[in-house]
């Protein structure tokens, strides 16, 4: 059932004069009726109505949308029309699912598409996400909104821009296409997301980008922390950020750099959690530890990792080897443990035991527990 019907022209006219004033006060839509009917004789050449509302049903006889709008003007065969201020919903299952406004729009007469430009709004009127832009268009029977140019979106807890955005009510999400997209968490701690292309996953509360992405967290204008990865999971409900795929993280405080092929951040608990391999650089230090897996906990500094863990001075060449290493970030204190390896060029020096604690900087490691063995090889020269 389209929104036009093939039916003689003067049955046209009434039936939407009537869609138009269905839903307005009785004395003002009467005269308004009396003054467009009156009129209808004389437009059948160019077909204008003024304050009319439009409307398309599917095959059940459900609302596919509804729009007001101050003018509408048919072209001479009737298959499209242009209309001025529309004000309207767009529907799904029968339901309201989006508000939308702008300056101008056109449909289409099979009624599948309606396309909006000037100052459009569209609001997702479950979740409050308001999509603002300079064009819009909307597949009811594809379930697809799309608003573009000079796109931004706001919401209580994310704000962005892009190219385009495309909704999707079923799935319950907002695709961002840009380059870049720039998104920012609207809650403390604030964040920055920057990307190719994100989805924004409304129900789950989620930001999920399947391509290089860059998370920045913000403390006031200043850029506190960094993160950088091919693909990325951000949760805006419990602030944490999934890195996957080659993954960087440059934090502040304490300075390091930690780099692998996955991270689980969390930004209230101030926590990295790696269960995959993992590299971290103490710059200040000249310090690189490598692992199997790792936890880094930013108040009180302290990083845990275990497996095959590779602790090296890079100003010194020392190395520690252990099955499991806790470093005190602050102190730079190292407390290693299991098959303990230590060695460094001057003097040349191994040590091996199942224990040890110290500072590779200084040189100073003290292996002990159990049986030590101590290896020092002369200067000959």
Same mark, same amino acid.
């Given at each position: 059932?389209?929104? %036009?019907?093939?039916? +003689?022209? &003067?049955? =046209?006219?009434?039936?939407?004069?009537?869609?138009?004033?269905?839903?307005?006060?009785?004395?003002?839509?009467?005269?308004?009726?009396?003054?467009?009917?009156?009129?209808?004789?004389? /437009?059948?050449?160019?077909? =204008?109505?003024?304050?009319?509302?439009?409307?398309?049903?599917?095959?059940?006889?459900?609302?596919?949308?509804?729009?007001?709008?101050?003018?509408? /003007?048919?072209? &001479?065969?009737?298959?499209?029309?242009?209309?001025?201020? #529309?004000?309207?919903?767009?529907?799904?299952?029968?339901?309201? =699912?989006?508000? @939308?406004?702008?300056?101008?729009?056109?449909?289409?007469?099979?009624?599948?598409?309606?396309?909006?430009?000037?100052?459009?709004?569209?609001?997702?009127?479950?979740?409050?996400?308001?999509?603002?832009?300079?064009? *819009?268009?909307?597949? &009811?029977?594809?379930?697809?909104?799309?608003?573009?140019?000079?796109?931004?979106?706001?919401?209580?807890?994310?704000?962005?821009?892009?190219?385009?955005?495309?909704?999707?009510?079923?799935?319950?999400?907002?695709?961002?296409?840009?380059? #870049?997209?720039? +998104?920012?968490?609207?809650?403390?701690?604030?964040?920055?997301?920057?990307?190719?292309?994100?989805?924004?996953?409304?129900?789950?509360?989620?930001?999920?980008?399947?391509?290089?992405?860059? /998370?920045?967290?913000?403390?006031?204008?200043?850029?506190?922390?960094?993160?950088?990865?091919? +693909?990325?999971? /951000?949760?805006? $409900?419990?602030?944490? %950020?999934?890195? *996957?795929?080659?993954? @960087?993280?440059?934090?502040?405080? #304490?300075?390091?750099?930690?780099?692998?092929? +996955?991270?689980?951040?969390?930004?209230? $608990?101030?926590?990295?959690?790696?269960?995959?391999?993992?590299?971290?650089? $103490?710059?200040?230090?000249?310090?690189? *530890?490598?692992?199997?897996?790792?936890? %880094?906990?930013?108040?009180?500094?302290?990083?845990?990792?275990?497996?095959?863990?590779?602790?090296?001075?890079?100003?010194?060449?020392?190395?520690?080897?252990?099955?499991?290493?806790?470093?005190?970030?602050?102190?730079?204190?190292?407390?290693?443990?299991?098959?303990?390896?230590?060695? $460094?060029?001057? #003097?040349?020096?191994?040590?091996?035991?199942?224990?040890?604690?110290?500072?590779?900087?200084?040189?100073?490691?003290?292996?002990?527990?159990?049986? =030590?063995?101590?290896?020092?090889?002369?200067?000959?020269?």
């Amino acid at each position: 059932m389209g929104w %036009i019907r093939s039916i +003689a022209l &003067p049955v =046209v006219l009434v039936s939407l004069l009537i869609t138009g004033v269905g839903c307005r006060p009785e004395g003002r839509g009467a005269d308004r009726l009396a003054e467009s009917s009156s009129a209808a004789d004389e /437009v059948d050449s160019n077909l =204008v109505f003024n304050n009319i509302t439009l409307e398309q049903v599917d095959e059940n006889g459900e609302l596919l949308w509804k729009v007001d709008a101050e003018q509408a /003007v048919y072209s &001479p065969d009737q298959r499209n029309a242009d209309i001025i201020n #529309p004000d309207g919903e767009l529907y799904q299952g029968g339901k309201a =699912v989006y508000q @939308i406004q702008a300056e101008k729009g056109e449909i289409r007469r099979d009624g599948n598409r309606i396309f909006m430009r000037g100052n459009v709004v569209a609001t997702d009127i479950e979740s409050g996400a308001v999509l603002r832009g300079d064009e *819009m268009e909307w597949q &009811p029977y594809e379930d697809l909104l799309i608003v573009k140019g000079n796109l931004t979106g706001t919401h209580p807890q994310l704000r962005f821009t892009a190219i385009e955005a495309r909704a999707t009510n079923e799935d319950r999400q907002i695709e961002l296409f840009g380059a #870049p997209i720039e +998104a920012f968490t609207e809650e403390e701690p604030k964040l920055r997301l920057q990307g190719e292309r994100l989805i924004w996953k409304l129900d789950e509360e989620m930001v999920i980008s399947e391509r290089p992405v860059q /998370v920045q967290q913000f403390e006031g204008e200043q850029v506190t922390n960094q993160a950088n990865g091919n +693909a990325a999971e /951000v949760n805006l $409900q419990a602030k944490t %950020i999934r890195l *996957m795929q080659t993954a @960087i993280l440059t934090l502040a405080d #304490p300075p390091l750099q930690l780099s692998g092929d +996955a991270f689980l951040w969390n930004i209230d $608990q101030q926590t990295l959690i790696s269960d995959q391999p993992i590299t971290a650089f $103490q710059r200040e230090e000249n310090i690189i *530890m490598t692992a199997n897996q790792g936890r %880094i906990e930013y108040d009180p500094q302290i990083a845990y990792f275990t497996g095959n863990v590779r602790a090296s001075g890079l100003d010194d060449q020392s190395l520690l080897t252990s099955d499991r290493l806790t470093w005190n970030i602050a102190s730079q204190q190292v407390d290693a443990e299991g098959n303990v390896v230590y060695t $460094q060029p001057d #003097p040349p020096t191994t040590l091996r035991g199942p224990r040890a604690v110290g500072k590779l900087q200084d040189q100073t490691i003290v292996v002990s527990g159990g049986r =030590v063995e101590t290896q020092i090889i002369p200067n000959l020269q």
